[in-house]
């Protein structure tokens, strides 16, 4: 999780925890084009991987309305380039800042 956008760490904790409770062992997340993506995922044995899946869709679609910096609601901004979900706020100071 080090290196997951701030804003969607308890996004991402409550959907670590859901998708443990239905057998996935470990997965990796990250952040494309503002949206929370999670991959290379470890089942355990009987796993509901269809629930899982079903679980890895969800996160990803809640991700494209919260704020990756600050956890606010969020929409689809471009920033020098980069598509990134923010509010009203973060958008505006990474402008400000001319983030790349
Ligand atoms: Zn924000």
Not at 14 to 42: H, N, P, Q
Not at 68 to 88: F, H, Y
Request: aromatic share 8%; glycine share 8%.
């Amino acid at each position: 999780m080090r290196g997951d956008p701030p804003g969607w760490h308890d996004l991402i904790l409550e959907y670590t925890d859901k998708m443990r409770a239905l057998g996935a062992i470990s997965f990796y997340t990250k952040e494309k084009y503002g949206a929370l993506v999670i991959e290379s995922i470890e089942y355990t044995p009987g796993a509901d991987v269809k629930g899982i899946q079903r679980l890895v869709e969800e996160a990803e679609i809640l991700s494209e309305c919260i704020c990756q910096d600050c956890g606010e609601p969020g929409k689809e901004e471009k920033i020098s380039d980069w598509i990134l979900t923010l509010c009203a706020n973060c958008a505006d100071s990474r402008r400000s800042k001319s983030y790349k």
